[in-house]
């Protein structure tokens, strides 16, 4: 079956500007993860989304950063007004939290973010 | 300190050989344990998840020791399609189930 999508591939942004990207989880999956992999760096946690709950934010690096996850599905990483330090690979996830396997979180290809 | 520490590597070895990786993880409460790979400019994969008991995959065996709050990953026969990097991943005893990942250990196979 399909796995998790990510657009778009690649993004070059100038610095100030705000980027949305967008994650498009395994059908099914309720759960839902934004990481990110900063060059020379290990993946940090930004943000998970769990069916109707409430997300939890703690992993988000500033204000400048926000996530939406509509319907259940699809989701959006907003960075505003972004800076040098934001360039990274932005990582989504999706989970599923019933039946067995649980434990997996299978991971898109990952939006590269460049910030001239 | 980080969370979880592995050493970065990169570990050059010959085709055919051995070769184990270490991964320590600072937080006791943690609940699950797994090694993920990643090839270059690509997304994690799970390997295997780490049980207490160990347990093997072919080539692969993970261990795990609670004690001591270490993880290892063992690759016997290495293949020149082992190159990649290795990630020890764990999740801590919350509903979120995030991972929190080492930094990885880069290997690299040779002919």
Redesign the interface.
């Known amino acids: 079956g399909a796995g998790v999508s990510q657009s778009p591939s690649n993004k070059v942004t100038e610095k100030g500007k705000d980027v949305e990207l967008r994650c498009d989880p395994i059908s099914g999956h309720t759960a839902l993860y934004w990481y990110r992999q900063s060059l020379g760096q290990g993946l940090e946690f930004l943000i998970y989304f769990q069916g109707n709950s409430a997300p939890d934010k703690s992993g988000l690096p500033s204000d400048r950063f926000s996530a939406e996850r509509t319907g259940g599905s699809v989701s959006t990483l907003t960075i505003q007004r972004t800076q040098q330090e934001d360039s990274a690979v932005y990582l989504c996830a999706s989970r599923r939290t019933s039946g067995s396997g649980t434990d997996t979180q299978y991971f898109g290809p990952g939006t590269r973010l460049t910030v001239l | 300190r ?1 969370e ?1 520490e592995q050493d970065p590597g990169p570990f050059n070895v010959p085709e055919g050989a051995t070769v184990a990786f270490n991964c320590t993880y600072s937080n006791s409460a943690s609940q ?1 344990f ?1 090694w993920y790979r990643q090839d270059c400019r ?5 390997l295997m ?1 780490v049980y207490s008991s160990g347990n093997e995959d072919g080539r692969f065996t993970a261990q795990l020791n609670r004690a001591s709050q270490y993880i290892s990953l063992l690759i016997r026969d290495s293949k020149l399609s082992d190159s990649a990097t290795y ?1 020890c991943v764990v ?1 801590y005893n919350n ?10 250990t880069r290997l690299m196979v040779k002919p």
């Open positions: 980080k979880v699950s797994f690509k997304e994690p994969k799970l998840s990630l999740t509903a979120g189930n995030m991972l929190t990942f080492g930094g990885g």
